[in-house]
């Protein structure tokens, strides 16, 4: 009985010591947890949505890369309407189908998707601490869309997760970013995504600066990251502001940085390095040049007539035990026009978003036989038919409102 009584005293202990902590808790007192972040296992490493695909790996999965291969995302448009709501829409993962790995890593044959990153090396992600320079890029390694990285490494002590997954309409892929301080302090981290761009195909399938795949003009406007191979009309587009009117519907988080050149800091795998800092640059800040151009009132800067990487990031304040969740909104298609009665020319225009056609019937040709869409930006009031196709046949064709503000 004495024992008995004994363990009772002994429970009632622990109880009340167990409501302590959880009354300390509420006051600010938490209690330490060795992991925060559970990985997703509802998220798919090959997925994609009405127009993109994603894939989630170990990137460069061609293998003709001498750099270091990292685990990450990377997107592509879809081409085969077949592609669309299968297993596994992310495709060209053969190494031998359009690489000639023994002549200096020369494409072959055009794709059968809109590639994004060059050589398929996808979006690298790194993060640094407010303590350090900027040239400290230390790499996020998930193996899978949806898990954790729990960095302990030069006393960073946060877990990193990363996920990506179909907007709600499927138009665009949704990237999101978690970040969860261990610890009982403040700190500042900063979280960079960066990649080498090549929208679709070029001539001769060569890529680099003279080629359209990977030196057309990459727009960076009030939306984001805008750029329209100029031989192909294939799109690629990164919504990082939340205030635009696209990036309020899908939820986005404004990032803090922007930037584009030719700095190729994504292919060097060193923590500490001088090209590190274009992950965390911006280049409303940079002086112009004959690459990097801007307009009259300066909201809209682009890069033309080079070899083009890109990046963003975020600056972030974490408390104790704090969490912070970050998003951005990718998006590739196959070719695509933009309308506009007001301010387009069926002659002179180029379909581009600054440059429109003026009439849905010169964007409809300009497409042709294969799949395409047709933005529309302002249009006069329709009273007849709009014949989309010709006898017997039916163009994949699709009209929207204009996605680029």
Sequence with gaps: MKFKHRMKQHIARVLIFTVMLNTFSMFGLTAYASSELNPDTSMRNNGGGLNSAYYWGQNDPNGSGSYNKWYGFNIQGILDPDRIGAESPYINLDPGKYQNNNTSGIQRYPHDAVPVTWDYSGFKTVIRSGSEGSTVAYPVVIENNGGVHEITDRNYNVEMQMKVYPSSDRKWTMVEYIMYNNENRHKTMYVATGADIMVGDGI???????????????????????????????????????????????????????????????????????????????????????????????????????????????????????????????????????????HGDDGTGTGEYDKPFQTIERAKQAIGSKKGYIYIQDYRPVDQTIVMGESGKSPDITIKTADVD
Excluded: C
């Design 204 to 342: 001769g399938f060569s890529g680099g600066p003279s080629d359209p795949a990977d030196a057309s003009t990459l727009y960076l406007d009030d939306q984001g990251f805008h750029m329209v191979n100029e031989a192909t009309k294939q799109t690629f587009d990164v919504v990082t502001n939340g205030d635009s009117e696209v990036g309020r519907e899908l939820g986005v988080t404004t990032v803090d940085t922007r930037w584009a050149g030719s700095e190729y800091m994504i292919f060097y795998n060193t923590i500490d390095n001088s090209r590190n800092t274009k992950y965390y640059a911006d280049l409303f800040a940079e002086p112009t040049n004959s690459n990097h151009k801007t307009s009259e009132d300066g909201t809209v800067h682009w890069i033309e007539g080079m070899d083009t990487k890109m990046s963003y990031s975020w600056k972030l304040d974490l408390g104790p035990y704090q969490k912070a969740v970050r998003k951005v909104a990718f998006k590739a298609q196959e070719q695509t026009y933009y309308v506009s009665s007001i």
